[in-house]
């Protein structure tokens, strides 16, 4: 994102983090300054900004809502992708009166699927189901989770922890994680596996459509194995009592254990794979549309969850620091899709970058 950003006319990147080492390797760029911060000191995230326009969030979950709330009382407008477990819209309030935008969820899933539902929503006459399956996967499968985590792993196991919410004929519903496990079949990858996560986010408050679910991929068999490490208390929060009064809490354990095992190898590739289903009536027919995404890691060495999220990030950043979007206030980005001009600026930049979605549509038969 920030070589990406930089590499923008008239953007000129400065890169934060507490460690740096991290931000080091920016500072041959001329439109990039590192600094080091620690954003969770008192007035460290403020200092960090006080000379930036705009703001782009990139922490880590449990950090993010407290982040973009900061950020917003600083009068300063914000892009995140931090999918921080809290309802975004309770700081709606604040960034209208600080007269700040903030557009959040702004990845791939959450984020493009978001802004591919806003568009057929605001293109269909009526929309019945939305369906999102999505993955990020090692290219080559290795035992024994067949698995390795692109992006925070302490996200990824909120994703198997946190009750997963959708919508079935109108009514939202609660499930636990892992739920709706289903088989799919992707050409080039064989079968893979479905289940329900809480991704929807805030499409639940957002859209009218009856049917909403979405649904994280694995390969078969990584499900069980998660179900298994649930369902056998390792990845509860609760702290349980070891010998010499010492306390620990189960998930700390299993991260600390998973968290090297998924680790992505310098040489190893990787695949983001995504599917949008919508159905509704289009131009007076019964139509199902699909989205397709396949992206693998770039000959660059630049990996495929790094790609699909983060450009889309910088797609939807451009679009702020440009005025295209300007409305003050919590935007989740099914808002801009609803827009046509950065639906299609947004896309039209990610397949500038070869971030292809392959888009088809099918005639319905609607039952009398």
Not at 244 to 270: H, K, N, T, Y
Request: net charge negative.
């Amino acid at each position: 994102m920030v070589r990406d950003l930089a590499s923008s006319h008239g953007i000129h990147v400065v890169v934060v983090d507490r460690d740096a080492d991290v931000v080091a390797p920016f500072e041959d760029l001329q439109t990039v300054t590192p600094r080091v911060a620690d954003l969770v000191a008192p007035n460290g995230l403020e200092d960090a900004i006080a000379d930036c326009d705009l703001v782009v969030g990139a922490v880590p979950g449990p950090m993010g809502f407290d982040t973009v709330r900061r950020v917003i009382e600083a009068g300063k407008d914000i892009v995140d992708i931090s999918f921080f477990e809290q309802d975004a819209f309770e700081l709606d309030d604040l960034a209208k009166e600080r007269g700040v935008t903030v557009v959040v969820d702004a990845g791939v899933a959450p984020g493009a699927s978001n802004l591919l539902l806003g568009h057929a929503e605001s293109t269909f006459e009526r929309l019945d189901r939305f369906a999102c399956y999505v993955g990020g996967l090692p290219a080559e499968r290795h035992w024994p989770w067949q698995y390795s985590a692109p992006f925070s792993p302490i996200d990824v196991l909120a994703e198997y922890t946190r009750p997963a919410r959708l919508r079935e004929s109108g009514r939202d519903v609660v499930r636990p994680a892992l739920s709706g496990v289903e088989r799919l079949e992707f050409p080039g990858l064989g079968t893979l596996e479905a289940f329900e996560t809480d991704g929807l986010r805030s499409i639940l408050l957002t859209s009218k459509c009856p049917n909403l679910v979405e649904k994280t991929i694995r390969y078969p068999g990584h499900r069980d194995q998660m179900e298994l490490l649930r369902a056998a208390g390792f990845f509860s929060e609760e702290p349980i009592e070891l010998r010499d009064g010492l306390r620990v809490r189960p998930l700390d354990v299993a991260a600390a254990l998973l968290f090297p095992q998924w680790q992505l190898g310098d040489s190893q590739q990787e695949l983001t794979v995504m599917k949008v289903e919508v159905e509704g009536i289009h131009d007076g027919r019964g139509v199902r549309r699909t989205w397709n995404l396949l992206d693998r890691t770039a000959a660059d060495g630049t990996s495929s969850m790094a790609r699909t999220t983060g450009y889309t990030c910088t797609a939807v950043t451009r679009l702020v620091a440009d005025g295209l979007w300007k409305r003050p206030g919590v935007a989740p980005p099914e808002y801009l899709g609803s827009e046509s001009d950065c639906f299609d600026r947004v896309f039209a930049d990610l397949q500038a970058r070869g971030v292809v979605f392959e888009r088809l549509d099918e005639d319905l038969v609607e039952s009398v």
